[in-house]
């Protein structure tokens, strides 16, 4: 079963805007973790932010973390046409079980 | 290898047939994952290993499915007597022994049982 649900599961904008995704999960965690999926095939790892951290900045990437709420956000600032892809938030659930859980993803296109 | 690598990156087979999938991972990773993907979901976790034994199989759906990884690099995912509700990107990934590390993925296999 999934651990959390993005949001909006499709989002279209013009290059050079920002795009920001939206992420709720369900249990306690360690981290969690933003991956990009090109063409349904394999996940790029983006970002990964600590349960006791509140914001992480990498490149364009802004990722914020509110733990009361259970929840996350990605933001792509200055969006580009090669941006376009599938983005899931992952989170590491149950104490030391190791495997990750996806959430069903945010499609993305960024029109030129 | 550079990252982590799938064959066949396509297998087309028929319903009832057995196929295996074959995961090479990161040189130096002991950990391996198995995740299964359906069209328009997030991946879904099948099983973990830690060197050669599987340390969680929870995510298999049933005993038709099974996975090993007998010298604890390559790792053969096996689907015995297939389904149509089978067909789905196999992905396999690979990390650094620990909690919470990055797992890196592989391209995937795109399973289509006809």
């Known amino acids: 079963s999934q651990q959390g649900e993005e949001d909006p599961q499709a989002l279209s904008i013009q290059e050079g805007e920002n795009a920001t995704m939206n992420c709720s999960y369900k249990?306690?965690?360690?981290?969690l973790q933003w991956y990009r999926q090109n063409s349904g095939r394999g996940l790029v790892h983006l970002i990964l932010i600590r349960s006791n951290e509140r914001e992480k900045h990498s490149g364009r990437l802004r990722v914020t973390l509110d733990t009361s709420k259970k929840s996350s956000s990605l933001l792509i600032t200055a969006s580009r046409a090669a941006d376009t892809a599938s983005y899931f938030c992952a989170t590491y659930g149950p104490t030391g079980r190791r495997a990750l859980t996806f959430g069903s993803g945010t499609r993305l296109q960024v029109q030129p | 290898g550079a990252g982590v690598s799938q064959t066949p990156s396509n297998k087309v087979t028929e319903k009832g047939k057995y196929v295996e999938l074959r995961c090479d991972p990161i040189s130096g990773h002991t950990a391996l994952y198995w995740y299964r993907q359906s069209l328009g979901q997030g991946p879904e976790f099948l099983i973990y290993?830690?060197?050669?034994?599987?340390?969680?199989d929870s995510g298999l759906p049933n005993d038709r499915f099974f996975a090993v990884r007998p010298e604890g690099s390559v790792s053969t995912l096996k689907i015995q007597r297939t389904e149509r509700g089978d067909s789905a990107v196999y992905l396999c990934?690979?990390?650094?022994?620990?909690?919470?590390?990055?797992?890196?993925f592989g391209p995937g296999t795109r399973l289509t049982v006809l």
């Open positions: 990934a690979s990390s650094l022994a620990g909690v919470g590390n990055e797992q890196f």
């Open positions: 290993f830690q060197g050669t034994g599987a340390a969680d």
């Open positions: 249990t306690s965690i360690n981290n």
